[in-house]
C-alpha cells in the first residue's frame, strides 16, 4: 500500500543514509548491488535478533526460562525455603536457580555485588537501600542437655515437642525462662561475627550473665550437634529444631527476652529491575502460613 514515488524516495534516503547504492538501476528487472545484498542480509539478521528477543521476553514473562540466585544462612537455607523452592521448580522447571549458603555478611556483599538477587536475613539493612520484605518469624530456644541436673528444678517449664515449631507463639511468658537460672552450665555458642551470636551476646547481657563457654562453632547445627552429645547448652532457633526426633537428648525452654523473637526478610536492592521469576519467589518466601503467621 505504498505508491511507486514514495517507495522510491524512502528507498533513496535509506541509500543516503547507508553511504552506497542498494539497488542496481540500470539493469532490467531492477537487481540489488553487492552492498544491497548485504544490506539485506544485515537487515534480516536484525529481525531475526528482534523476534529472538521478543520470545525471550515472552518466555521471561510466562516463566518459560529465566535465573534467579537467593542466598541465604545456615538456617534458612535448608531449614526454611526448600519446600517452597521445590514448589516453584516443579512449577516452573526451566527456571534455573542458585541457592548459595553464607553468612549474613558475605551474602551481602554478594547482594551488593549483583552476584546475588535476593538475600534472607535477620540482620538489619538499611532501608533506604534495600527492599525488606517479611520472610519468616523465629524464636530463639535454650537448648540445654538432657543430663544436666537444672532441668529437674524446671520440670514444669519444660517445652513439649508440639511446643517447638508454630506452637511456641502459644506459650504463655510464665513458662518462659531467664537465662540468669541457667548461669552455672556451660555452653556451646556460636563465633563472633554471626548474627545469632550477636543476639545470643545481647540476652545475656541483658542477664548480667558472663556464660561459661566452652566451644565456638560457625553453624547452629553443629551446636546443635555438641549440645546433643552433651557438652553443653546452646541457643539455637526453633525452626532448627521443629521438627527433631522426640528423645534427642536435650531439653528446650522458651527464652524470656525480647531479644529472642526474630523476623527475617527476604531483602534485595531498591531500583534494581525485578524479573517476573524474581516476583513469584517474593511472592512465596512472603506469603503467610494458613493460620496467618509467618513462623513455619
Known amino acids: 500500500h505504498i505508491s511507486q514515488p514514495s517507495l522510491s524516495a524512502t528507498i533513496k534516503k535509506i541509500e543516503e543514509q547507508a553511504g552506497a547504492p542498494i539497488f542496481e538501476r540500470k539493469t532490467r528487472p531492477v537487481s540489488l548491488t553487492p552492498f544491497g545484498v548485504a544490506f539485506i542480509q544485515g537487515v534480516e539478521q536484525v529481525y531475526a535478533i528482534e ?3 521478543q520470545n525471550m521476553v515472552y518466555e521471561l514473562h510466562t516463566l518459560q526460562s529465566g535465573f534467579v540466585s537467593i542466598g541465604g544462612s545456615n538456617l534458612s537455607v535448608p531449614y526454611v525455603i526448600p519446600q517452597k523452592l521445590a514448589a516453584f521448580k516443579l512449577r516452573y522447571p526451566n527456571v534455573q536457580l542458585r541457592i548459595v549458603e553464607d553468612t549474613t555478611v558475605q551474602t551481602k556483599v554478594m547482594l551488593d555485588n549483583g552476584d546475588l538477587d535476593l538475600v534472607i ?7 533506604e537501600e534495600y527492599e525488606r520484605l517479611l520472610c519468616y518469624r523465629e524464636q530463639l530456644v535454650l537448648a540445654v542437655p538432657e543430663a544436666f541436673p537444672i532441668n529437674d528444678s524446671h520440670r514444669s517449664l519444660k517445652l513439649k515437642p508440639e ?3 508454630e506452637g511456641i507463639t502459644r506459650v504463655p511468658p510464665e513458662r518462659c525462662v531467664s537465662l540468669t537460672e ?3 552450665i556451660p555452653y556451646v555458642v ?6 545469632l551470636r550477636l543476639c545470643t551476646d545481647v540476652m545475656f547481657q541483658e542477664c548480667r550473665l558472663q556464660p ?3 566451644l565456638e562453632v560457625q553453624k547452629s547445627a553443629v551446636a546443635y550437634n555438641f549440645a546433643h552429645f552433651g557438652l553443653g547448652a546452646t541457643i539455637i532457633s526453633n525452626m532448627l529444631v521443629a521438627h527433631r526426633p522426640v528423645g534427642d537428648g536435650l531439653v528446650y525452654y ?3 527476652s525480647n531479644h529472642a523473637t526474630r523476623d527475617a526478610y527476604l531483602c534485595y536492592r531498591k531500583g534494581r529491575y525485578v524479573t517476573t521469576a524474581m516476583k513469584k519467589i517474593i511472592e512465596l518466601l512472603t506469603e503467610p502460613d494458613e493460620a496467618g503467621t509467618f513462623s513455619r
Open 182 to 184: 541457667f548461669s552455672d
Open 190 to 195: 556460636l563465633q563472633e561475627g554471626n548474627y
Open 212 to 214: 561459661q563457654v566452652l
Open 163 to 165: 511446643e517447638l515449631g
Open 121 to 127: 536475613t535477620n540482620r538489619p539493612l538499611d532501608p
Open 254 to 256: 522458651k527464652i524470656r
Open 51 to 53: 523476534e529472538n528477543l
